[in-house]
């Protein structure tokens, strides 16, 4: 029930119309009934499928020979085996684990309000599989009752984050919810590869447990173990139904018809959590699956939520299992993870909704819809944008003017300091990340080694053995500051990012396909190619950057699901030993990075920021809309094509050399404009905050533990989640720069 269903009083119906239903609850009941019907018939028609089709000889006559005990079939060792202990169990854990995420879904999508609510996009799974991870990595885990203990911690701490941003003023509009559940997981998948990354065993198990998959499932033990969890967290979805209904129509409503909102909240996080945590423990995190689970189910039962909750657990066993049967015979005679195929559907669900004509209904109006809606509470907070300079009259002691015969230029003051403060910054940045791991070598000797003076010795050990990695590491996050900043402006959003805009993953996938094809680490284009692929369906998905806000974003994390999906079933097809060092880079390495490496991405500088400096005045009036632009005779669309072309092939470039590291093109910019000032694009700026960001990093990564390097796109992962959690939620987020 919704507000909109409450209406003004009617006529007091007769006694014979009492007894009638009206037409529409009539046509909705059957509706409904005809739905849960089907949705039964298919469930069973699919658990038949999953039960005859598998590696092996064993057809459907023998399965229904072997269910009812005929022709000797269960004496059978080679039929015990394969369906007795094989396909039974995994069709019956596909059955419960796909309702278990369909129900949790829709819990989530209810007491957020939120369309997009899914545990994988919230960051719950992640949780869940970061507690694994621990007890793995520390204890040892490997029982199904252990994977559930400690996939219950982690999914709880998430789940409580989860909820304490969507009560935040603001925090609870849809797309923002979700981006800030992709910061959680972000920040607890770096913590994850912190513990993996420099463990071989550990690694073995994560690799193929993260994909998702059925294929381990054997017997009955997992399953049977966790199967009470399961059913309480059914139990309590059920029983939550009626209270989390009446949430619906506001807390105060809520309250004066005996329900109590908060409690109300821990009662659903914890059926949440005790069914991602199971589904977790049994086949390892599946996003997406709840998402598709609750969309269909509030499309056929429209706003009640009991109803929700059934028929997404009966939609979310359907597809579940129905995904698991297409994983067994497309790449036949492998298997592909379901993860994965669920990826396939769920990805165009999510863009679907998201380019919902419906969006003021689901609580994604536009900012500017949003605003002029008329008075009242406003639906969604006004976007982060970059702010529009209001042409201030500018006093001469603000800018320098350089002259140089006929040529003067001004130089705004305050952008000069900016420069010239991040320059020496950078420059202590390299001489400490030389020193770093040089014990026997001063400050004063590094410092004099890295440019060419002093000792000799000192300096080849500096230069030829150090520096050629700080080096990579320099142009790597210069790269990424200026494609973070040119992206950010054309889209008016601080938070589109090569990253956020499933650029990155696609430049990733694109590189590891390369090295599977060739044999070796892959060209050198295949990150530019793959970068350009990904953004040229994001932007066209979506609309195009900046005229859909916080839409380009969402079809961003679809993107990057997709893509991050086809880079785990690569690793997981390489050998361990190859598996491991691609995971590394995966994961954002400049581990064995040299000059050699770096030469591309410098060229690509040398060349490329010339052009952006050229076309910067023409972002700054970008900053206003495109009617202000043409009427300044600035074609928005040209100028659009080519600073996007320019970050994209930045950002690729960047990939081949380090992998995908994160969030460095979100916080240079941010930084550097904080520094430079509003009024001009802070092109230098960013580029310079970038390279010290890399360098620092990957100082820390190789400083932290002893003995042990942390990849410098784990280290800045970690930091970055809640860096983009402050840029989400901070106060005054809609106006810092």
């Known amino acids: 029930m919704t507000l909109s269903q409450v209406g003004p009083p009617e006529a007091q119906p007769t006694s014979s119309s009492r007894s009638a239903s009206p037409p529409g609850r009539l046509r909705g009941g059957r509706v409904l009934v005809v739905a849960s019907v089907s949705l039964v018939l298919a469930v069973l028609v699919l658990s038949a499928l999953s039960l005859s089709v598998g590696a092996g ?21 080679r039929l015990s085996l394969v369906i007795g202990d094989l396909r039974i169990p995994r069709t019956l854990t596909a059955l419960a684990v796909g309702a278990a995420l369909g129900t949790a ?96 065993e550990t690694y073995d198990r994560f690799r193929f447990w993260v994909l998702g998959s059925l294929a381990g499932v054997e017997g009955f033990g997992k399953l049977s173990g966790l199967a009470p969890v399961l059913a309480v967290g059914f ?21 004066g018809l005996g329900h109590r909102p908060g409690a109300v909240r821990v009662v659903v996080a914890l059926s949440v959590t005790l069914l991602t945590a199971a589904s977790v423990a049994l086949v390892g995190p599946i996003s997406f699956l709840g998402l598709l689970a609750g969309f269909l189910a509030r499309a056929v039962t429209g706003p009640r939520l009991l109803a929700q909750i059934v028929l997404a657990g009966l939609i979310g066993a359907g597809v579940l299992t129905g995904s698991d049967i297409l994983a067994r015979v497309v790449s036949r005679p492998f298997e592909a993870p379901v993860s994965v195929v669920i990826a396939l559907f769920g990805a165009p669900v999510l863009i679907a909704i998201v380019r919902s004509k419906r969006l003021g209904a689901m609580g994604m109006t536009e900012p500017a819809t949003a605003e002029t809606s008329g008075p009242g509470k406003r ?53 400490l990340s030389a020193y770093a791991g040089q014990s026997d070598m001063g400050i004063t000797r590094t410092f004099n080694a890295v440019f060419g003076s002093g000792d000799r010795f000192d300096v080849l050990l500096v230069q030829k053995f150090r520096l050629g990695r700080i080096v990579a590491g320099l142009a790597a996050g210069a790269a990424l500051g200026l494609a ?45 190619v793959g970068a350009l692929a990904a953004v040229l369906v994001v932007t066209t998905v979506s609309g195009g950057l900046g005229q859909r806000g916080y839409r380009v974003l969402v079809v961003g994390l679809a993107m990057s699901a997709l893509a991050s999906a086809v880079t785990q079933v690569v690793l997981s097809r390489r050998s361990l030993n190859s598996a491991s060092s691609l995971y590394v880079w995966t994961s954002g390495s400049l581990n064995g990075r040299g000059y050699s490496v770096a030469v591309p991405v410098l060229i690509g500088l040398a060349v490329l920021v010339p052009l952006a400096l050229v076309v910067a005045r023409h972002l700054n009036v970008l900053r206003f809309d495109d009617s202000t632009a043409a009427s300044l005779g600035v074609s928005a669309a040209r100028v659009r094509l080519v600073c996007l072309l320019l970050a994209v092939g930045l950002a690729g470039l960047a990939v081949g050399i380090c992998g995908p590291v994160g969030f460095v093109a ?26 010290v960001l890399i360098v620092l990093a990957d100082t820390l990564g190789r400083i932290v533990l002893d003995g042990v390097e942390i990849p410098v796109g784990i280290v800045t992962t970690v930091l970055g989640g809640p860096f983009l959690l402050w840029v989400l939620l901070g106060r005054s987020a809609a106006t810092r720069v």
């Open 57 to 77: 000889e064993v057809g459907p006559g023998d399965v229904l020979n072997y269910l009812l005990g005929r022709d000797g079939a269960r004496d059978s060792s």
């Open 484 to 528: 973070g900043c040119l992206t950010q402006t054309l889209a008016r959003n601080r938070l589109a990012t090569p990253e956020l805009l499933g650029v990155n993953d696609g430049a990733t996938a694109a590189v590891l396909l390369s090295a599977t094809l060739s044999g070796t680490f892959g060209a050198w284009w295949a990150g530019p």
């Open 379 to 431: 639906l969604l907070p006004p976007l982060p944008r970059l702010p529009r300079p209001a042409r201030p009259a500018r006093k001469r002691a603000d800018s320098l003017v350089v002259r140089r015969g006929p040529l003067s230029l001004l130089v705004p003051r305050r952008a000069a300091l900016a420069a010239l403060f991040l320059s020496a910054l950078l420059v202590a940045a390299v001489v």
């Open 666 to 691: 979100l916080a240079a910019p941010v930084v550097a404009g904080r520094l430079a000032g509003p009024l001009r694009v802070p092109v230098l700026g960013s580029m310079l905050v970038g390279a």
């Open 235 to 255: 139990v309590v979805a059920l029983l939550v139904a009626r209270p989390l209904s009446a949430l619906a129509l506001g807390d105060d409503l809520a309250r």
């Open 105 to 200: 879904g829709c819990l989530l999508q209810a007491v957020t309000r939120n369309p997009l609510a899914e545990t994988g996009l919230l960051g719950v799974n992640a949780g869940a599989s970061l507690g694994v991870v621990v007890g793995i990595a520390f204890l040892g885990v490997q029982s199904g009752l252990g994977y559930l203990l400690w996939a219950f911690g982690g999914a709880v701490v998430a789940s409580s984050l989860v909820l304490l941003i969507a009560g935040r003023r603001g925090g609870g509009s849809p797309m923002r919810l979700v981006l800030a559940g992709s910061a959680l997981g972000a920040t607890f998948g770096g913590v994850t590869s912190v513990l993996i990354v420099n463990s071989a």
